[in-house]
């Protein structure tokens, strides 16, 4: 079983939509959940981070992470062409500084 | 502010050529990390380095050597180039000063890419 778990897609919405991306873990010491975008043959970039539980939200992007139940999520709102890329959750525990990631979500929003 | 550079960004080898990728991060962060990016399966980590002149194994280190000579530089040698090393590599680097960790220091910036190409 994979440390972290993340569906593949491809997942196809309407530009507007509301998209919701997932990723399950196994690991409880994770502490720090993080969103990369990468974009059709480039490197990933940071797209947001988290430490421990709760919500963060930055413009039209928020990251969940309950710990809990060992999920993280993260919702793009009234969402565009340009968000189309492929979306990847990474986790690193506390005091090791190693990462964790799912295999990327493709997402394609159409016009 | 360049962030994590990555030469050579394309690069075509024949089976058993040897080369070096190139890494280098102008933002004084103490980790390094070289990952392998192939369809389906995700990234893989080929080795890091916590430190200048420190190297450790990742997940699929076969085939790879690394050192880290300078804080600023991570090097990633090829021996005997095989066409399974065929992939897209990152570098990335992330930072780790000071006893304690703040929110958004345990974060991996990464560079461009370079895909390589084994005949």
């Known amino acids: 079983q994979k440390e972290v778990e993340q569906d593949p897609g491809p997942l196809s919405v309407p530009e507007g939509a509301i998209v919701s991306l997932n990723c399950t873990y196994s690991n409880s010491a994770f502490q720090y959940f993080m969103w990369y975008r990468q974009y059709s043959r480039k490197g990933p970039e940071l797209l947001m981070y988290t430490y421990s539980s709760g919500n963060k939200e930055d413009g039209r992007f928020t990251a969940q992470v309950d710990k809990s139940s060992k999920y993280i999520s993260l919702f793009i709102r009234d969402s565009q062409p340009s968000d189309s890329a492929t979306y990847l959750c990474a986790m690193s525990p506390y005091n090791f500084n190693k990462f964790y990631f799912g295999s990327g979500t493709k997402l394609n929003v159409k016009p | 502010n360049a962030g994590v550079t990555q030469t050579p960004k394309f690069r075509v080898l024949k089976t058993g050529q040897s080369m070096t990728l190139l890494c280098a991060q102008d933002?004084?962060?103490?980790?390094m990390y070289w990952y392998r990016q192939d369809p389906g399966m995700g990234l893989r980590l080929i080795h890091y380095s916590v430190g200048e002149g420190t190297t450790a194994k990742g997940e699929v280190p076969d085939g790879y050597n690394v050192s880290r000579l300078k804080k600023q530089n991570f090097l990633l040698g090829l021996e005997s180039a095989a066409p399974s090393q065929t992939s897209v590599y990152f570098c990335a680097s992330s930072y780790s000063g000071g006893k304690f960790r703040s929110e958004g220091a345990n974060v991996l910036t990464f560079g461009a890419g370079s895909r390589l190409t084994v005949l």
């Open positions: 933002m004084n962060h103490e980790y």
